[in-house]
T-cell receptor, first 114, second 115 residues
Framework: DTAVSQTPKYLVTQMGNDKSIKCEQN?????MYWYKQDSKKFLKIMFS???????INETVPNRFSPKSPDKAHLNLHINSLELGDSAVYFC?????????????FGPGTRLLVL | AQSVAQPEDQVNVAEGNPLTVKCTYS??????LFWYVQYPNRGLQFLLK??????LVKGSYGFEAEFNKSQTSFHLKKPSALVSDSALYFC?????????????FGKGTHLIIQP
């Protein structure tokens, strides 16, 4: 069984569109994250979400908004897509928000904005 | 602010030889250190972590890493490389605060094992 899953796996869209990426974890974890991996493979935290507390990386544009309907899901909504949003987006989860907790990653969603 | 440096973009090793992938870190206080591996078009897989205690940490697939506080390093090692170890390896650090900061990753090191 997949521990952290994301849909879709690939997403190709036009500039200006609004899109969503879904993430689900079946590990029973209570903390979830979104990371962005750029074309040079550099990974950067975008959000972390724990017990309804959302922590936003200050460099993330407000066009990006995470939404968590329940503990097992953290979806990513992106408004007014731009060319620079093209990247691979990874969802992750951990048991607790402590620094020592291992984060488990989903397979990634490859977003291409044309 | 915390940071991680992986000084080598690529490491080439012959199959059967020992391998080392280097990582140094900077963080306030005691660090939590992680290694992840990424195969092409796949997500990140957790290999091992250092939290506290023994400086030599053993992980998945025969990998181990040695925490060296004085050198602020956490190098990944394996005694005998396999072709299947070829992948992109990331070192990551997290401070005691956890939560908001998430993991801070190095830029990654491509490990190529030659038959």
């Amino acid at each position: 069984d997949t521990a952290v899953s994301q849909t879709p796996k690939y997403l190709v869209t036009q500039m200006g569109n609004d899109k969503s990426i879904k993430c689900e974890q079946n590990l029973g974890h209570d903390t979830m994250y979104w990371y962005k991996q750029d074309s040079k493979k550099f990974l950067k935290i975008m959000f972390s979400y724990n017990n309804k507390e959302l922590i936003i990386n200050e460099t993330v544009p407000n066009r990006f908004s995470p939404k968590s309907p329940d503990k097992a899901h953290l979806n990513l909504h992106i408004n007014s897509l731009e060319l620079g949003d093209s990247a691979v987006y990874f969802c992750a989860s951990s048991q607790g928000a402590g620094g020592q907790e291992t984060q488990y990653f989903g397979p990634g969603t490859r977003l291409l904005v044309l | 602010a915390q940071s991680v440096a992986q000084p080598e973009d690529q490491v080439n090793v012959a199959e059967g030889n020992p391998l080392t992938v280097k990582c140094t870190y900077s963080v306030s206080g005691n660090p939590y250190l992680f290694w992840y591996v990424q195969y092409p078009n796949r997500g990140l897989q957790f290999l091992l972590k250092y939290i506290t205690g023994d400086n030599l940490v053993k992980g998945s697939y025969g990998f181990e890493a040695e925490f060296n506080k004085s050198q602020t390093s956490f190098h990944l090692k394996k005694p005998s490389a396999l072709v299947s170890d070829s992948a992109l390896y990331f070192c990551a650090v997290r401070g005691l605060g956890g939560g908001a900061d998430g993991l801070t990753f190095g830029k990654g090191t491509h490990l190529i094992i030659q038959p």
